[in-house]
């Protein structure tokens, strides 16, 4: 149990709606990250933090904006979502040095409707 | 263009049978990650390889890293229902960048 809770975990939203995702972690790592899963693309990273206030963008991140105000949460915002961010969204972390791994949350369900 | 390449990419054999998966990358890795991953649930890291050369063994699984420190392997003797998921390998260069394979999608068949 790596300590990362997520939520929600089911929503289904219309579209245009913002939507926020909650990732919270009760370890102190100092890496989170933002993925999607989506049939036939696997994980794809659409967001990390490398601390507090400090983030960067994945290979996905059109669409969406993260926020990092304390070392235990981040947020995943889409703005306006739209139905090709329907997904299974995971937030993860990750520890450091030689032999560094990450762990992932359960997962976050959204349905853009 | 996908960094880490898993092979096969849908397996179902029999319960008992022997297999084998593969991931390979033209990429040197610092250290190589193997997940298994059930429906609704999030990927669980089954084992961290990290030297080049390594074998490591989880009951019925086990796992190489190949010299180089490019590819990887996971063998399971003797398959159960249970081994039944979606396995996914993952990379690290250097720093916190982790790149995942688009995993093998095994089905054990009773």
């Known amino acids: 149990d790596a300590g990362i809770t997520q939520s929600p975990r089911h929503k289904v939203t219309e579209t245009g709606t913002p939507v926020t995702l909650r990732c919270h972690q009760t370890e102190n790592h100092r890496y989170m990250y933002w993925y999607r899963q989506d049939p036939g693309h696997g994980l794809r990273l659409i967001h990390y933090s490398y601390g507090v206030k400090d983030t960067d963008k994945g290979e996905v991140s059109d669409g969406y904006s993260v926020s990092r105000s304390k070392t235990e949460d981040f947020l995943l915002t889409l703005e306006s979502a739209t139905s090709s961010q329907t997904s299974v969204y995971f937030c993860?972390?990750?520890?450091?040095?030689?032999?560094?791994?990450?762990?992932f949350g359960e997962g976050s369900w959204l349905t853009v409707v | 263009t996908q960094l880490l390449e898993q092979s096969p990419q849908f397996l179902s054999i029999q319960e008992g049978e022997n297999l084998t998966v593969y991931c390979n990358s033209s990429s040197v890795f610092s250290s190589l990650q193997w997940y298994r991953q059930e429906p609704g649930e999030g990927p669980v890291l089954l084992v961290t390889v990290v030297t080049g050369g390594e074998v490591k063994k989880l009951k019925r699984l086990t796992f190489q890293f190949g010299d180089a420190r490019k590819d990887s392997s996971l063998h399971i003797t003797a398959a159960q229902p249970g081994d039944t998921g979606l396995y996914l390998c993952?990379?690290?260069?250097?720093?916190?960048?982790?790149?995942f394979g688009t995993g093998t999608s095994l089905t054990v068949i009773p």
């Open positions: 993860a972390i990750s520890t450091t040095g030689i032999g560094n791994t990450i762990y």
């Open positions: 993952a990379g690290v260069f250097t720093g916190n960048q982790f790149y």
